[in-house]
């Protein structure tokens, strides 16, 4: 963990540190300070001791010198009553230890005593050999005495001498004396040093508080406010309000720009949140505002014995409008619809309902019940649905054109059907599913069934995944005839799906869910290369005058995807089977959905010499003239049209006309679902070029139609 160190502890830190560095500067400065004592003291006594002893040194020299001419008369006459004069009046001089008086021969004449003890005694003393051979003024210092000795001449001739001794002791207790007064000053002086010192020291420990102070004021305790608003703003807390100094500094410039960052990124907070929880182009909550509604919503009611019902609403046929109209009307039908569920809700829904575009043509609608047990949350949300139902299935005005849509609603209650808010979602969207499944333009309450339902599709779309790799997808073809005839001309590819535990899986079943996941895009190639495959084998077993062909079924997603020539001639260039010999088969539906692009999709297969067919023909068509505009070569009659020939006039008119129509066109029939033999019969009556049906020949393996054909 990283120590935080602020501005105030680092100012802390470098006073304690420079409080350390001047205390130890004071340290050396008074050690520094006695060690100059000392060597002061030292050289003063040196200098003390050399200026003292050159001074008594002149002193004793000149007093020796002195004494030595005054006693030259009173020696030559040996008056001893005058010498011993002479020398008690030396020996009174301060600092003189004794004063002898000698003949030629070094003994004693005079010491200035009374007695005259060692009168005639040869001076014997260690520096007495050096006064009696000196033969001029002699100086010599030992034992703390310093003698000083001078002959005393008349002419040439030496008649004795006289010697002086002082005693240095008395010199060096004078010298003591003046040192320890130069110390007592020096001590002094230190003293006073050391209080200024210690006055500096504590006039600095009073700066630094001062300027702790004043940078706390002035700097840390801004800065430290900044850093706490910093730290909401962060948090998510933008209108956190950020303290504005009048101080006309850095500093105050530092807080007075924080402060219109602050402000800025508050508003920029709204407009984003307004952005991020709004839907652009209806002004409604979007999906984000609403879940995190929904969630709060929950958890203030949760344990309350409150309900809450969604409502999940999805435009029906929304798209048409896009591909007819485009994408402007489309919009423009979005708002108007959204403005017409934002009445309902507003009339019926109660104050508490919330209503967001999830996205694309769906709602949501939240509505909450009260504490009224008259008025639950069922019976609301079933009110608000048929408010919604009819107020959506009235015309509206795009372009100077009626729009007919309606709309799909799914509801589901909470806590009876979720408790938490993606489950209440998940089960919205699988009951507005059901409604599209019951026709469209109503509404459908959550059942257990439903999810039910769901799971075994999202299971049987997680078993198909794959399902062709595992071998257990397999293509079987069903042979077609030609009536004038009777001969068979082709195969139609069919595929089928035998699961290894839910066994035969019904072609409308997985189709369907082939289709809605995607799955198609993967499995339509597949079987459109293993059919080509098939059908270049028979022609390869046997080369027949008239070639047969293979038709190979192609689903809206396909068609829509536009990559389809270019799968279909990857494919017939790896088979090797000629272009001439495959016929697609698209439903009506799905040409008309995008008529242009279609169009141009199938100008283009045909132009590579692929035929193309209209499946189930008669039952998606609002007229028949359509076909004058989509590039077809043939139809194929629905089966519902086949089955009733015999018995439904209407359905025989229908099909002699379709019949009709196409030839006049130019363009070959084949009749699907023929069971029975007058059914076959009628159709060659009428002119119907092809047939398939169980009647014909049942769907069967490649290695049965193939040894069919031989």
């Given at each position: 963990?990283?120590?935080?160190?602020?501005?105030?502890?680092?100012?802390?830190?470098?006073?304690?540190?420079?409080?350390?560095?001047?205390?130890?500067?004071?340290?050396?400065?008074?050690?520094?300070?006695?060690?100059?004592?000392?060597?002061?003291?030292?050289?003063?006594?040196?200098?003390?001791?050399?200026?003292?002893?050159?001074?008594?040194?002149?002193?004793?020299?000149?007093?020796?010198?002195?004494?030595?001419?005054?006693?030259?008369?009173?020696?030559?006459?040996?008056?001893?009553?005058?010498?011993?004069?002479?020398?008690?009046?030396?020996?009174?001089?301060?600092?003189?230890?004794?004063?002898?008086?000698?003949?030629?021969?070094?003994?004693?004449?005079?010491?200035?005593?009374?007695?005259?003890?060692?009168?005639?005694?040869?001076?014997?003393?260690?520096?007495?050999?050096?006064?009696?051979?000196?033969?001029?003024?002699?100086?010599?210092?030992?034992?703390?005495?310093?003698?000083?000795?001078?002959?005393?001449?008349?002419?040439?001739?030496?008649?004795?001498?006289?010697?002086?001794?002082?005693?240095?002791?008395?010199?060096?207790?004078?010298?003591?004396?003046?040192?320890?007064?130069?110390?007592?000053?020096?001590?002094?002086?230190?003293?006073?040093?050391?209080?200024?010192?210690?006055?500096l020291g504590a006039g600095l420990l009073v700066f630094g508080a001062l300027s702790l102070w004043l940078i706390q004021r002035l700097l840390v305790r801004p800065i430290r406010q900044l850093a706490d608003s910093a730290q909401a703003i962060e948090a998510g807390h933008f209108d956190t309000t950020t303290p504005i100094d009048d101080r006309n500094d850095e500093v105050g410039d530092l807080m007075r720009a924080f402060d219109r960052m602050s402000r800025s990124l508050a508003r920029h907070d709204r407009e984003i949140r307004h952005m991020a929880y709004t839907d652009a182009l209806t002004g409604l909550a979007n999906r984000l505002a609403f879940r995190e509604a929904l969630e709060f919503r929950l958890g203030q009611i949760h344990g309350a014995g409150r309900q809450l019902a969604l409502l999940f609403a999805d435009i029906d046929d929304f798209k048409r409008v896009n591909d007819t109209l485009g994408h402007d009307a489309g919009d423009e039908v979005l708002l108007q619809c959204a403005r017409r569920i934002e009445d309902a809700v507003q009339r019926v829904g109660g104050d508490e309902a919330l209503l967001a575009r999830f996205g694309g043509d769906e709602f949501v609608i939240l509505v909450q019940g009260n504490d009224d047990p008259a008025q639950d949350v069922r019976s609301l949300a079933t009110r608000l649905?048929?408010?919604?139902?009819?107020?959506?299935?009235?015309?509206?005005?795009?372009?100077?054109?009626?729009?007919?849509?309606?709309?799909?609603?799914?509801?589901?209650?909470?806590?009876?059907?979720?408790?938490?808010?993606?489950?209440?979602?998940?089960?919205?969207?699988?009951?507005?599913?059901?409604?599209?499944?019951?026709?469209?333009?109503c509404f459908r309450f959550y059942s257990r069934a439903m999810n039910q339902a769901v799971e075994r599709r999202v299971h049987l779309e997680h078993e198909l995944r794959g399902a062709w790799d595992r071998g257990e997808l397999s293509l079987v073809y069903q042979p077609m005839f030609r009536l004038v005839d009777g001969a068979m001309i082709g195969a139609e590819a069919l595929l089928r799906w035998r699961h290894p535990e839910l066994g035969f899986v019904a072609p409308s079943v997985f189709i369907d869910v082939?289709?809605?996941?995607?799955?198609?895009?993967?499995?339509?190639?597949?079987?459109?290369?293993?059919?080509?495959?098939?059908?270049?084998?028979?022609?390869?077993?046997?080369?027949?005058?008239?070639?047969?062909?293979v038709a190979v079924n192609v689903s809206p997603r396909q068609l829509r995807s536009g990559d389809l020539p270019e799968v279909v001639s990857a494919?017939?260039?790896?088979?090797?089977?000629?272009?001439?010999?495959?016929?697609?088969?698209?439903?009506?539906?799905?040409?008309?959905?995008?008529?242009?692009?279609?169009?141009?999709?199938?100008?283009?297969?045909?132009?590579?010499?692929?035929?193309?067919?209209?499946?189930?023909?008669?039952?998606?068509?609002?007229?028949?003239?359509?076909?004058?505009?989509?590039?077809?070569?043939?139809?194929?009659?629905?089966?519902?049209?086949?089955?009733?020939?015999?018995?439904?006039?209407?359905?025989?008119?229908?099909?002699?006309?379709?019949?009709?129509?196409?030839?006049?066109?130019?363009?070959?029939?084949?009749?699907?679902?023929?069971?029975k033999e007058g059914q076959y019969a009628i159709l060659r009556e009428r002119g119907c070029d092809f047939a398939q049906g169980y009647w014909l020949g049942h769907p069967m393996t490649a290695e049965e139609f193939h040894a069919l054909r031989v």
């Open positions: 963990m990283k120590l935080r160190m602020g501005l105030q502890a680092r100012f802390l830190m470098l006073m304690a540190v420079a409080l350390v560095v001047v205390l130890t500067l004071v340290a050396l400065l008074l050690n520094r300070q006695e060690q100059m004592r000392r060597e002061v003291e030292g050289v003063s006594r040196q200098a003390m001791r050399t200026i003292v002893a050159q001074s008594l040194r002149r002193q004793g020299e000149g007093a020796v010198t002195q004494l030595a001419a005054a006693l030259t008369n009173p020696l030559y006459y040996n008056d001893l009553d005058a010498i011993g004069a002479l020398a008690r009046s030396t020996l009174r001089t301060p600092a003189v230890r004794y004063v002898t008086v000698y003949d030629e021969a070094g003994r004693v004449v005079h010491d200035g005593s009374d007695a005259i003890v060692h009168f005639g005694r040869r001076m014997d003393d260690p520096m007495a050999n050096g006064v009696i051979v000196a033969k001029r003024l002699h100086t010599q210092i030992s034992g703390g005495v310093m003698d000083v000795s001078m002959p005393i001449m008349i002419g040439q001739q030496r008649i004795g001498g006289v010697r002086i001794g002082y005693d240095t002791q008395a010199m060096r207790r004078d010298q003591d004396q003046a040192v320890g007064t130069l110390r007592t000053r020096l001590d002094t002086l230190g003293q006073r040093h050391v209080i200024w010192i210690g006055l649905a048929e408010t919604l139902v009819v107020e959506l299935g009235a015309p509206l005005m795009v372009q100077e054109r009626q729009v007919f849509l309606g709309t799909s609603i799914g509801i589901t209650l909470f806590p009876e059907d979720a408790a938490s808010a993606t489950t209440l979602m998940k089960n919205g969207d699988i009951a507005m599913y059901q409604a599209k499944v019951a026709g469209k333009n082939a289709e809605q996941s995607g799955l198609i895009e993967v499995l339509g190639p597949q079987v459109l290369h293993a059919a080509c495959a098939d059908a270049k084998r028979w022609q390869a077993a046997r080369n027949d005058d008239e070639p047969m062909f494919t017939l260039r790896e088979t090797g089977l000629a272009a001439n010999l495959l016929h697609l088969e698209l439903t009506e539906t799905a040409v008309i959905g995008d008529e242009l692009h279609a169009s141009a999709l199938l100008s283009e297969l045909r132009g590579m010499g692929v035929r193309v067919w209209l499946d189930d023909f008669g039952t998606g068509f609002s007229g028949l003239s359509h076909l004058r505009r989509v590039p077809v070569d043939g139809v194929k009659i629905d089966r519902s049209f086949v089955a009733d020939v015999l018995r439904d006039p209407d359905d025989l008119a229908l099909t002699t006309a379709i019949i009709a129509m196409a030839h006049s066109l130019g363009i070959l029939v084949v009749a699907e679902g023929v069971e």
